[in-house]
C-alpha cells in the first residue's frame, strides 16, 4: 500500500484539495496541450493512462481482496496493459491493423480482452489444488480487466479516432456531473437516493449533475471549440449537444455508484489512501469509466462532432 500523511484539520483538508484539485486539472490541460501537438496522437497522454490503469488495477485487486477475490496480480496487470495498448497502437499505427487480413483497428481491443479471460482463467488452473475460491478469483480478475482496462481502452480510442475533443468532452461532462451532484445535494439535498450504497447521494444531487452536464455539454460543443478550433465550428446541433449531456452525465452517476458498490462490499471508504483528500484513482475516475462507453456511443453514431 502506499503510505500518506492526513492533513490536521477539516479547514486544512478542504485547502489541500483545491490545492491537489487545481494541480490535477492544470497537469490535465497541459498534457491535453502538449498532445495536440504531439507527431502522434495520444503521444503524451498515453502514458497517462497507462499510469492510470496500472493504479486501477492495484486498487480493484486490493478491494477484491476485502471479499475473497484474489486472482494472479500478474495475470491481470499484464491483461490491462495488452488492453490499452492494443487499444492505441494499431489506431496510430495503421499498418498493425492491416498486418493480420481480415482484421481492422476495432479487431485488437476484443481479441486482447479474449486472451485476457483465457489467461486469467488459466492462472487459476495453474494454481488450483482444491475446490473454493477459484471462480471467485476468475471473477473478480475479470472485473478489474473490464472495469479498469476495457474502459480506459475505450478512452484511448476517443482520443485517436475522433480527436482530443471526443476523450476532453467526456471528461468535463462527467466531471461537471459530479460537481453538480455534490453541489446542488449539499445546498438542497433532501431525499436519498441509494442510502445503504452510498448514503450521501440525493435525488436533488442527481438533478444537478444532469443539470451541469447539460452546461458543460453546451460549454464544450456551443463554445469552447468553436472558439479553439473555428474551422470545424457548427458540428453539433443543440439537441446532440443537450443529450450527450444526459446521457454521459448520468452514466457518470452509475460509474460513481458502481464504486460505492465495490467500496461497501469490501468495507472500504475510498479505493486507497495515496492521494490525501481524494483517495485513489478509482475515487477520481470512477465516473468517467462508466462515461466512457457511453461517450464513445455517442461519437461513433456522429451524435456529436466537430
Not at 498534457?31 to 498515453?46: I, V
Not at 497517462?48 to 486472482?71: I, K, S, W
Not at 494499431?90 to 486482447?112: D, F, H, N, Q, Y
Not at 469490501?266 to 486507497?272: M, V
Request: glycine share 12%; net charge neutral; proline share 5%.
Amino acid at each position: 500500500m502506499f503510505s500518506t500523511f492526513a492533513p490536521a484539520s477539516e479547514t486544512s483538508m478542504l485547502r489541500w484539495r483545491l490545492l491537489l484539485g487545481l494541480l490535477l486539472v492544470a497537469g490535465l490541460a497541459g498534457l491535453f496541450w502538449l498532445d495536440h501537438y504531439a507527431p502522434l496522437p495520444g503521444m503524451y497522454l498515453f502514458p497517462l493512462a497507462l499510469l492510470c490503469v496500472l493504479f486501477g488495477t492495484n486498487e480493484v485487486l486490493d478491494l477484491g481482496n476485502q471479499f475473497g477475490g484474489r486472482p494472479l496480480p500478474w495475470t491481470v496487470y499484464a491483461s490491462n496493459v495488452l488492453l490499452i495498448v492494443s487499444s492505441w497502437v494499431p489506431i496510430v499505427w495503421e499498418r498493425a491493423a492491416e498486418a493480420v487480413p481480415g482484421t481492422s483497428a476495432g479487431t485488437w481491443p476484443m481479441l486482447a480482452l479474449a486472451l485476457s479471460v483465457l489467461l486469467v482463467f488459466g492462472g487459476e488452473m495453474y494454481r488450483f489444488q482444491k475446490p473454493g475460491g477459484a471462480s471467485i478469483n476468475v471473477a473478480t480478475g475479470v472485473l478489474a480487466i473490464v472495469y479498469v482496462g476495457l474502459m480506459f481502452g475505450l478512452l484511448a480510442q476517443l482520443r485517436v479516432r475522433w480527436g482530443l475533443w471526443a476523450v476532453g468532452s467526456v471528461l468535463i461532462v462527467a466531471k461537471a456531473g459530479d460537481v453538480g451532484a455534490y453541489t446542488i445535494g449539499r445546498v438542497f439535498g433532501r431525499h436519498k437516493m441509494a442510502p445503504a450504497l452510498s448514503p450521501g447521494k440525493t435525488v436533488e444531487g442527481a438533478v444537478g449533475a444532469f443539470t451541469f452536464g447539460c452546461l458543460a455539454a453546451w460549454l464544450t460543443f456551443d463554445v469552447l471549440i468553436p472558439t479553439l478550433v473555428p474551422e470545424t465550428a457548427g458540428g453539433t446541433a443543440w439537441w446532440g449537444w443537450m443529450l450527450f449531456g444526459v446521457v454521459v452525465a448520468g452514466a457518470g452517476m452509475i460509474g460513481d455508484l458502481a464504486e460505492s458498490l465495490m467500496k461497501r462490499e469490501a468495507g472500504r471508504k475510498d479505493s486507497s489512501t495515496w492521494l490525501p483528500g481524494f483517495g485513489g484513482i478509482l475515487d477520481i475516475v470512477d465516473s468517467v469509466l462508466l462515461a466512457a462507453p457511453v461517450g464513445w456511443f455517442c461519437w461513433a453514431l456522429r451524435l456529436v462532432s466537430y
